[in-house]
C-alpha cells in the first residue's frame, strides 16, 4: 500500500512534496493517500464553489485535483489557463478598436469551455450513437480531429477566431456569435440531457495562473467576462461546473474588474486553515515516512487514529520534545512554535517539517525520534528566509517593492509598536523604496503581505503578544490611529534588526487552543 507514494515521501522529503503540482495528476492513488480530508476546506468544497480562491500554498491546485478521486463528479477536463487565456486575450486585441462588452467576451469563454468539454465527453460511453453523432458534427466543422488534445482544440479555436476577426465586414458583436452559433446550443442540449439521464456530472478544471498582468486592458477585459460565466455557472440544478482558482493575493484587484462581483463572486471558496487541520496533514504524512524507513517504529503508532487531533498530538509528542527555549530565551510549546512561524498554510508547515525531519546524518538509526531541540530552532531558521520570499514573489504583480521596503523598515519597528512609529519609519525610510508617498498605501501592503497585524487587546501576556493578521479575517483587516501593532514572526526573524530580546508574537490560530477564526464566516 504504502509503495504508491514511497516516490513521494524521501528522506530529504519525509512530509512529502510542498507542491502537489509536482504529484504526477495520473497517480490518482498517490494524490488521494496525501489529501487530508477531515477539515473546514474540503467539508465546504461539496457546496461546489464555481471559484476557489488561496494563497500560494493553501492547496488550491490539490483541492482542484481532488475531483479526480473524490467521486462528486463522473467526468472532467482540465484547461491549461495561460494558455487559453492568452488566446482570448490575442482575440480581444483584434477588436481593439471597438467596444467589447463582458457578455460578449463571456460568450467567447462559454464556446471554449464547452468545445473543451466535447472532446472529452466524446470518450466516453455515456453517449448515446444519434447524440454522438451531434457532437462530432460540431466539432468536424470547426476542424477539430479525433486525435486532437485540449491544447490542440484550442489553439485551431484561435485560429478560426483570428480568421473570423479578420473579416471587414464583421462586428464586434457578430464575431461573437459567429464564434458561437455553428450548432453549438445542439451539442449542449444533446450533452446535458445525456448527463442527466445517466445521472451524471461533469467539471471543468482551471487551474491558478501566477502572472495575470492585469496592468493590461484587453487582460482585465479577458478576465472580467470569464468571471461572469464562472459566476454564472455551479447553479443547483446544473449538470456541468466549473472549478477556477485564483490567487487571494490578487483577490481585490479582481473584485474590482469584476461587473458585478456579487454575481460572479457569490459561489466562492476561501482556502483558509486553522492549527488543528494543519497538525493532522502533517501527522499523517509522519505515518508514512514512518512505514516507509522505519517499519518497527511504525508498528509501534498504528492504533492512532490521525483523524483525531488528540493523537496527532500524540503521535507528534513521541517525536518532538515538549517545550523548546527560542533564541530570545523564552520557553515555548514546540507545536505553537512551529506554526507561529507559517501564516497558516500547508505549504510553509510542510516546508518547516520537511526543514526539521531532514537530517541525513540519522538514516542509519532504528528511529528519526526524538528530535532536538537544536535540530527544531535551526530548521526553522533556515527555511524563513525561503518562505518570505515566496511571499514576496506571490504579490510581487501589485508590490513589486516589497521585499525592498521591509528590508529598509522593518528592522526600525520592535515586536510591538504603534501607527506613530509605522509613519516615522516610512518618513524616514520607506518613502524612497516603496514608490508612493501615501502612508496609508504603504500601511495597507504591509498588512496584506502579512508583515505586520493588529496586536489583540487583552490577549497578551507576560511571555508573548498576540496578534491578528489578515490572513484570519474574511475580509480586510482594518486598522485604527489607536491600534498597536506587531510584525509577523517570519518576517522579524529576518528582518528583525534591535537585537533586543523581545517577546515572541503569536498570530491569532498559530495556538491550538485558539478558537477556530471561521466560526463566523457564512
Given at each position: 500500500?504504502?509503495?504508491?507514494?514511497?516516490?513521494y515521501?524521501?528522506k530529504?522529503?519525509?512530509?512529502?512534496?510542498?507542491?502537489?503540482?509536482?504529484?504526477?495528476?495520473?497517480?490518482?492513488?498517490?494524490?488521494?493517500?496525501?489529501?487530508e480530508?477531515?477539515n473546514?476546506?474540503?467539508?465546504?468544497?461539496?457546496?461546489?464553489?464555481?471559484?476557489?480562491?488561496?494563497?500560494?500554498?493553501?492547496?488550491k491546485?490539490?483541492?482542484?485535483?481532488?475531483?479526480?478521486f473524490?467521486?462528486?463528479?463522473?467526468?472532467?477536463?482540465?484547461?491549461?489557463?495561460?494558455r487559453?487565456?492568452?488566446?482570448v486575450?490575442n482575440?480581444?486585441?483584434?477588436?481593439?478598436?471597438?467596444v467589447?462588452?463582458?457578455?460578449?467576451v463571456?460568450?467567447?469563454?462559454?464556446?471554449?469551455?464547452?468545445i473543451?468539454?466535447?472532446l472529452e465527453?466524446?470518450?466516453?460511453?455515456?453517449?448515446?450513437?444519434?447524440d454522438?453523432?451531434?457532437?462530432?458534427?460540431y466539432?468536424?466543422?470547426?476542424?477539430?480531429?479525433?486525435?486532437?488534445?485540449?491544447?490542440?482544440?484550442?489553439r485551431?479555436?484561435?485560429?478560426?477566431?483570428?480568421?473570423i476577426?479578420?473579416?471587414?465586414?464583421?462586428?464586434?458583436?457578430?464575431?461573437?456569435?459567429?464564434?458561437?452559433k455553428?450548432?453549438l446550443e445542439?451539442?449542449?442540449l444533446?450533452?446535458?440531457?445525456?448527463?442527466?439521464?445517466n445521472?451524471?456530472?461533469?467539471a471543468?478544471?482551471?487551474?491558478s495562473?501566477?502572472d495575470?498582468?492585469?496592468?493590461?486592458?484587453?487582460?482585465?477585459r479577458?478576465l472580467q467576462?470569464?468571471?461572469?460565466?464562472?459566476?454564472s455557472?455551479?447553479?443547483p440544478?446544473d449538470?456541468?461546473?466549473?472549478?477556477?482558482?485564483?490567487?487571494?493575493?490578487?483577490?481585490?484587484?479582481?473584485v474590482?474588474?469584476?461587473s458585478?462581483?456579487?454575481k460572479?463572486?457569490r459561489?466562492?471558496?476561501?482556502?483558509?486553515?486553522?492549527?488543528?487541520e494543519?497538525?493532522?496533514?502533517g501527522?499523517?504524512?509522519?505515518?508514512?515516512?514512518?512505514?516507509?524507513?522505519?517499519?518497527?517504529?511504525?508498528?509501534?503508532f498504528?492504533?492512532?487514529?490521525?483523524?483525531?487531533r488528540?493523537?496527532?498530538?500524540?503521535?507528534f509528542?513521541?517525536?518532538?520534545?515538549e517545550?523548546?527555549t527560542?533564541?530570545?530565551?523564552y520557553s515555548?510549546e514546540?507545536?505553537?512554535?512551529?506554526l507561529?512561524?507559517t501564516?497558516?498554510?500547508?505549504?510553509h508547515?510542510?516546508i518547516?517539517l520537511?526543514?526539521?525531519f531532514?537530517n541525513?546524518?540519522?538514516?542509519?538509526r532504528?528511529?528519526?525520534?526524538?528530535?532536538?531541540e537544536?535540530?527544531?530552532?535551526?530548521?526553522?531558521?533556515e527555511?524563513?528566509?525561503?518562505m518570505?520570499?515566496?511571499i514576496?514573489?506571490?504579490?510581487?504583480?501589485?508590490?513589486?517593492t516589497a521585499?525592498?521596503?521591509?528590508?529598509?523598515?522593518?528592522?526600525?519597528l520592535?515586536?510591538k509598536?504603534?501607527?506613530g512609529d509605522?509613519?516615522?519609519?516610512f518618513t524616514?525610510?520607506?518613502?524612497?523604496?516603496?514608490?508612493?508617498?501615501?502612508?496609508?498605501d504603504?500601511?495597507?501592503?504591509?498588512?496584506?503581505?502579512?508583515?505586520?497585524?493588529?496586536?489583540?487587546?487583552?490577549?497578551?501576556?507576560?511571555?508573548?503578544?498576540?496578534?491578528?493578521?489578515e490572513?484570519t479575517?474574511?475580509?480586510?483587516?482594518?486598522?485604527?490611529?489607536?491600534?498597536?501593532?506587531?510584525?509577523?514572526?517570519?518576517?522579524?526573524g529576518?528582518?528583525h534588526?534591535?537585537?533586543?530580546?523581545?517577546?515572541?508574537?503569536?498570530?491569532?490560530?498559530?495556538?491550538?487552543d485558539d478558537?477556530?477564526?471561521?466560526?463566523?464566516?457564512?
Open positions: 500500500m504504502f509503495n504508491t507514494i514511497r516516490p515521501i524521501t530529504d522529503e519525509p512530509f512529502g512534496p510542498i507542491d502537489s503540482g509536482d504529484i504526477d495528476s495520473k497517480d490518482l492513488k498517490a494524490l488521494l493517500m496525501l489529501f480530508k477531515h473546514w476546506s474540503y467539508k465546504n468544497l461539496h457546496s461546489r464553489p464555481s471559484i476557489i480562491i488561496g494563497r500560494r500554498g493553501s492547496g491546485t490539490h483541492y482542484l485535483r481532488s475531483v479526480f473524490d467521486q462528486q463528479y463522473d467526468y472532467y477536463v482540465e484547461i491549461r489557463t495561460p487559453v487565456l492568452g488566446q486575450v482575440a480581444i486585441q483584434k477588436m481593439s478598436t471597438e467589447v462588452f463582458s457578455e460578449m463571456s460568450e467567447l469563454w462559454d464556446t471554449i469551455l464547452w473543451a468539454l466535447l465527453i466524446r470518450k466516453h460511453p455515456v453517449l448515446q450513437p444519434d454522438l453523432n451531434v457532437v462530432n458534427g466539432l468536424d466543422k470547426i476542424h477539430v480531429r479525433s486525435r486532437d488534445t485540449v491544447d490542440d482544440v484550442l485551431n479555436v484561435a485560429e478560426m477566431l483570428e480568421q476577426v479578420s473579416k471587414n465586414e464583421t462586428t464586434s458583436s457578430n464575431f461573437f456569435r459567429n464564434a458561437n455553428i450548432n445542439d451539442a449542449k444533446v450533452v446535458l440531457q445525456s448527463l442527466k439521464a445521472g451524471k456530472r461533469f471543468v478544471l482551471m487551474d495562473l501566477d495575470f498582468q492585469l496592468d493590461i486592458s484587453s487582460v482585465e479577458a467576462g470569464l468571471l461572469k460565466i464562472v459566476g455557472m455551479n447553479k440544478r449538470l456541468v461546473d466549473i472549478r477556477f482558482c485564483l490567487p487571494s493575493e490578487l483577490y481585490h484587484r479582481f474590482k474588474l469584476s458585478n462581483p456579487n460572479d463572486f459561489r466562492a471558496l476561501k482556502l483558509q486553515w486553522n492549527a488543528s494543519l497538525v493532522l496533514i501527522a499523517q504524512r509522519l505515518m508514512f515516512y514512518l512505514a516507509l524507513n522505519y517499519p518497527e517504529s511504525y508498528k509501534k498504528t492504533h492512532l487514529d490521525l483523524t483525531k488528540a493523537d496527532a498530538l500524540t503521535f509528542s513521541a517525536a518532538l520534545p517545550k523548546i527560542n533564541h530570545a530565551g515555548e514546540t507545536m505553537s512554535y512551529i507561529r512561524h501564516q497558516l498554510l500547508p505549504r508547515f510542510l518547516l520537511n526543514s526539521i531532514k541525513p546524518g540519522v538514516t542509519l532504528r528511529t528519526p525520534f526524538p528530535v532536538s537544536e535540530r527544531i530552532i535551526n530548521g526553522v531558521r527555511m524563513e528566509d525561503f518570505v520570499r515566496e514576496f514573489v506571490a504579490f510581487q504583480l501589485i508590490y513589486p521585499e525592498e521596503t521591509c528590508r529598509r523598515c522593518l528592522p526600525e520592535g515586536h509598536f504603534n501607527m509605522l509613519h516615522r519609519v524616514r525610510h520607506g518613502k524612497a523604496v516603496f514608490g508612493s508617498d501615501n502612508l496609508f504603504f500601511q495597507r501592503m504591509l498588512v496584506e503581505i502579512g508583515a505586520i497585524g493588529r496586536v489583540i487587546p487583552g490577549k497578551e501576556r507576560d511571555v508573548y503578544i498576540k496578534g491578528n493578521f490572513y479575517v474574511q475580509h480586510q483587516l482594518s486598522l485604527s490611529q489607536d491600534d498597536e501593532l506587531c510584525v509577523h514572526p517570519l518576517f522579524s529576518i528582518f534588526g534591535s537585537g533586543k530580546q523581545e517577546r515572541p508574537v503569536y498570530p491569532y490560530g498559530s495556538v491550538l478558537d477556530d477564526y471561521r466560526d463566523g464566516y457564512e
